[in-house]
T-cell receptor, first 115, second 116 residues
Framework: DQQVKQNSPSLSVQEGRISILNCDYTNSMFDYFLWYKKYPAEGPTFLIS???IKDKNEDGRFTVFLNKSAKHLSLHIVPSQPGDSAVYFC??????????????WGLGTSLAVNP | GAVVSQHPSWVICKSGTSVKIECRSLDFQATTMFWYRQFPKQSLMLMAT?????????EQGVEKDKFLINHASLTLSTLTVTSAHPEDSSFYIC????????????FGPGTRLTVL
């Protein structure tokens, strides 16, 4: 049962345009959401996070939007750059008993930014 | 953020041997570290949660006797793959939980294990 879903395995955008990566979740106990970027044969790099008490968090070119009622979040990258080409993972966590701060991961979306 | 290192970055070993992978938190003391495994073109799979001074908590389906985890200090956790087999070949990644930014984890660069 995939609690965090990234339904688009891949996305291709033109340099300078906006990249929108989507993530859906099913567990209403999640209260913290994160986006990571990963290059092949490297560990994931933390990009941005958002608490469930917010609906938007912005850091430079990266903005995460959270729609709790729809159980949906998205990562916007604008403007997109060729160096943004990587796999992006959505992850979620919650503080229920026994969760032990684990992150629940989506399957990732491979973003290709074309020059 | 947090700076995390892993050693070795890659290792090749013969079937039946044991391999130890180190994960170090370089700029803060980590009471909790995580070990993940990633198969090609797949997502991250959490193997176990490593807590300093206590036994690791393994995820369902992960053999604790095969993947030995030791978190002996606040800056070092080790994963030992015992009696390695070719199916253990994978990319192993550790992460640390900083405790300063909710549940954000910071990852090491990963270790590529190839078992011949």
């Amino acid at each position: 049962d995939q609690q965090v879903k990234q339904n688009s395995p891949s996305l291709s955008v033109q340099e300078g345009r906006i990249s929108i990566l989507n993530c859906d979740y099913t567990n209403s106990m999640f209260d913290y959401f994160l986006w990571y970027k990963k290059y092949p044969a490297e560990g994931p790099t933390f990009l941005i996070s958002i608490s469930s008490i917010k609906d938007k968090n912005e850091d430079g070119r990266f903005t995460v939007f959270l729609n709790k009622s729809a159980k949906h979040l998205s990562l916007h990258i604008v403007p997109s750059q060729p160096g943004d080409s990587a796999v992006y993972f959505c992850a979620a966590s919650g503080s229920w008993a026994g969760n032990n701060r684990k992150l629940i991961w989506g399957l990732g979306t491979s973003l290709a930014v074309n020059p | 953020g947090a700076v995390v290192s892993q050693h070795p970055s890659w290792v090749i070993c013969k079937s039946g041997t044991s391999v130890k992978i180190e994960c170090r938190s370089l700029d803060f003391q980590a009471t909790t570290m995580f070990w993940y495994r990633q198969f090609p073109k797949q997502s991250l799979m959490l193997m176990a949660t490593s807590n300093e001074g206590s036994k690791a908590t393994y995820e369902q389906g992960v053999e604790k006797d095969k993947f030995l985890i030791n978190h002996a200090s606040l800056t070092l956790s080790t994963l030992t793959v015992t009696s390695a087999h070719p199916e253990d070949s994978s990319f192993y990644i550790c992460s640390v939980f900083s405790g300063r930014e909710a549940d954000t984890q910071y990852f090491g660069p990963g270790t590529r294990l190839t078992v011949l």
